[in-house]
């Protein structure tokens, strides 16, 4: 969370990304988003029996805190990085089908 005063938004993680020279995309999304969009339920069925729990609202707010965020910048005409523009939509079997 060293950033979070610097960069306290995920529109300023993509903006900081863009001024690194990661030019043509970027994004970002909360720990959240990608628990609820991402894991399939056998993973989240894993993941609770490691570690349970008592306060899940505790849990989203930590993880608001925190995020994951990815830029590139393409090379040459064939962008190798055409997906990631719709990474947010994309569920985990999605991916594992267009591989």
Request: glycine letters at 6%; hydrophobic letters at 35%; one cysteine or more.
């Amino acid at each position: 969370m060293k950033t979070l005063s610097a960069y306290p938004t995920l529109d300023d993680e993509c903006k900081r990304l863009n001024d690194c020279g990661f030019i043509s995309g970027q994004d970002a999304v909360d720990i959240n988003f990608a628990h609820d969009n991402w894991l399939g339920r056998d993973e989240l069925g894993r993941i609770s029996r490691l570690e349970f729990l008592d306060e899940m609202e505790e849990w989203r707010l930590l993880a608001s805190h925190y995020c994951l965020a990815w830029g590139w910048a393409a090379e040459t005409k064939e962008n190798a990085f055409e997906e990631w523009k719709n990474m947010k939509t994309l569920h985990p079997a999605a991916r594992q089908q267009s591989s």
